[in-house]
């Protein structure tokens, strides 16, 4: 397994950065590890989609003291900004919010999977808050986003999540680094 750094785009970048780093070295490094790549993640995604709660959770910290970031909406045109370097996307989504939130995503997916700093890169998206009784399945958000025409010939995983299936989410970042490592052994390759 190898070690990941993520950046939230719009989320208190220097604490969360920091934070969320330590949090996947405790996750994937027990004693002294060997020399292992790290990976530049970027993690966007709609305000309220859960973003910080699952990255808290996983660093084992409670995500009742996650406040929502304010403002959100009004950064999404500087995403941008933090997509050079990076080596990777996790774009999560609300799988329960209302059809004009999940229409707004679905273009802001659209956006990244089309953006020249991104286009190649693997993508994990987060159909998150799969606990609400309003939740759509994986393969309604998959219908929903377009995403078999759109994503053809990327790398991606689309998976289900919420804060109750933490195992869930630990086996969908490990899927991801499987398409870290596979583009670092085609590049080795080429």
């Given amino acids: 397994m190898s070690d990941l750094r993520i950046s939230e785009a719009f989320l208190y970048m220097d604490y969360l950065g920091k934070q969320q780093q330590t949090c996947?070295?405790?996750?994937?490094?027990?004693?002294?590890?060997?020399?292992?790549?790290?990976y530049d993640l970027v993690c966007i995604g709609l305000t309220g989609s859960g973003k910080t709660s699952l990255l808290s959770k996983l660093c084992s910290e409670s995500p009742d003291s996650v406040v929502s970031t304010t403002g959100a909406d009004n950064i999404r045109k500087y995403w941008s900004r933090y997509y050079q370097g990076s080596q990777g996307v996790i774009f999560v989504l609300d799988s329960a919010s209302s059809e004009d939130d999940l229409e707004t995503a679905r273009n802001e997916l659209h956006s990244a999977l089309q953006h020249p700093q991104l286009c190649t890169l693997p993508f994990l998206i987060l159909a998150n808050h799969q606990d609400k009784p309003a939740a759509r399945s994986v393969q309604e958000v998959k219908k929903y986003f377009e995403l078999e025409p759109l994503a053809r010939g990327k790398r991606w995983i689309l998976q289900p999540c919420s804060l109750d299936d933490m195992e869930a989410l630990k086996d969908s970042f490990s899927q991801l680094i499987n398409l870290l490592e596979e583009k670092d052994h085609e590049a080795v390759r080429m």
């Fill in 24 to 38: 996947f070295r405790a996750l994937c490094c027990k004693g002294p590890p060997p020399a292992r790549p790290e």
